[in-house]
């Protein structure tokens, strides 16, 4: 499974690569390594952490969980 971390920055530029539907998770790239934030209180925690395979992969799992979360609250 993954586990959220605080969001400490590796590099001087974050870029983001995807956004799910209601900005909940951001897939993100920064130092050359990809990950999933999300905000947290005041900042934002991270996971997935590594190659673009690793965290695509579990953004992935993150947005079809989010999107049958949402479709069953309706």
Known sequence: MHRWEPHIPHGPRLRVVAVSCCDKYQLCSEAGQY?????????????????????????????IRHQHAERDAS
């Open 35 to 63: 990950f999933i934030l999300r905000r947290a209180g005041d900042g934002y925690e991270e996971t997935g952490r590594g190659v673009y395979a690793k965290a695509v992969q579990l953004w992935n799992t993150l947005t």
